[in-house]
DNA sequence: ATTTATTATCGCACTCAGTGTAATTTTGCA
DNA sequence: TGCAAAATTACACTGAGTGCGATAATAAAT
């Protein structure tokens, strides 16, 4: 008999998570090595020791890879952060706030490096921004629990629009900098300039 | 001797124009009716009445098709409708103006169908966002040159993405609502309401 | 321990988008 | 008329992604 609630890792479930980390380390090498266009998914698939068709078990598209090395956590962070703000403070201050914390929780090296790949191709490019789109989802969703208010929706949609595009203003500067100072001091200069536009 | 400034089309131009102009609308017509990944590049091939390869000579990819059919102008008439304004305002109210002025001017119906299009794919979805981006570069550019500071250019950069922002969530509304009312409608209610929260 | 059901892996053959190449036809122009 | 540029085409190729069916590895049940 074993912990209750401790779920132990079984050997089907352990071989599955390596092997599903070890095609996006590959992967991610051989986009650094090859570019991404010049790497196939027969190279991804030898390197991984897995067959092409199993490749397709674990992922459904070449891109997809490439967004799961990508994501750093921050988009599950997002969520509970906002809802762990004070709803008794203006909801662009609370959106400002949340996001300074969490960059200096995840602020990553690597992402100068997804960045560069994610310029390469024009899918690729267009892809993120369509991530940025969803994260703005998610921080809206969020939004509209922590200020339940119906007749706010709207309003608060255009706050999360509005820090999501000074979260982007912020990156550009950082990845511009390489990153000398810390993410979130580019973000307080963002939202600094942002207030004067108004 | 023909007019000199008066350029006349020669039956090649025309030839040209005829084809990509087939291409386009029976590339349309095929993806309302079968779908965009239900329609094959054959298909349109054979429906403008080319060879499959010619269609390249055309456009570089599937997607491009519906790109080119989407544009009705609006992002060609956005610079100049820029500069037009003035730049004793503030830049906020300035690009308001501007946006609504070009808001009863490019308002399509076919544009609802585009959009149904767009959302029917992952990768369009996310060339649909990739759109906004370039449009709010193509409106930053402009803004660049109106009030040419040097020092406000991150700002402006702000205003262009809230802009945008704003643009964004008219649309949804405009495009929720069936297109009950103009567009400018629905720009002003989302200009009136992005005041509010500062 | 043996059977049984899942889950993972793989190979094969297929569709479709997109490219390289080289041949052929059409058009513009001298 | 003849010559150069542009348009069209066929053919063969790569590479991503899917459908299907077989086989092996693991977990669960008897």
Redesign the interface.
Known sequence: MKGASERQEGVRERKRRETYERIIEKGLRLFVKNGYEGTTLDAIAEAAGISRRTFFYYFKSKEDVLLAAHDSGFRQALRPAMLDESPDQA??DAVQKCLIKLASRYETKESVVFDRLMDST??L???K??V??ETEQILWDAMCELWPAPARR??L???A??AM??L??ALD?WKQDDAAHPLAHYLRQ?FT??????
Chains 1, 2 share one sequence.
């Open positions: 909801p662009l024009a899918a490019r267009a892809r921004e369509a940025f789109v709207d309003g949609r255009l706050v629009m509005v595009g000074t982007r203003l500067k963002a300039l942002l207030a004067k536009q108004f």
